[in-house]
């Protein structure tokens, strides 16, 4: 079993700043990538921005400049620092992460987490 545990969601006026985290345990071999993704009402889960074990980063343009994805690696954690943060910024918030669990090294899967609420409003 792998579990995703995301926090540090809440409210925040426009032009402020959120850091959620998210922490992956389990029965883990290797984790490939981590990454945001978010979904607004009404809307489809959209990319935020992404991480591979490689170094490899990834953000969406609407998000370019304002937000910065980090891991430590060693705690199997992924940051996502939000500045700047504009009303169209909110979401639920789910970190995703691509691994290998030790039950079955020969497949790559993706595991979700709960989600956390960011509002963005004054």
């Known amino acids: 079993q792998v579990q995703l545990v995301e926090s540090g969601g809440g409210l925040v006026q426009p032009g402020g700043s959120l850091r959620l985290s998210c922490a992956a345990s389990g029965s883990i071999f290797s984790i490939n990538a981590m990454g945001w993704y978010r979904q607004a009402p009404g809307k489809q889960r959209e990319l935020v921005a992404t991480?591979?074990?490689?170094?490899?980063?990834n953000y969406a343009d609407s998000v370019k400049g304002r937000f910065i994805i980090s891991s430590d690696n060693a705690k199997n954690t992924v940051y996502l620092q939000m500045t700047s943060l504009k009303p169209e910024d909110t979401a639920v918030y789910y970190c995703?992460?691509?691994?290998?669990?030790?039950?079955?090294?020969?497949?790559?899967?993706?595991?979700w987490g709960q989600g956390t609420q960011v509002t963005v409003s004054s």
């Open positions: 995703n992460a691509l691994l290998v669990t030790t039950q079955d090294m020969l497949i790559r899967r993706n595991y």
């Open positions: 991480s591979t074990s490689g170094g490899r980063i």
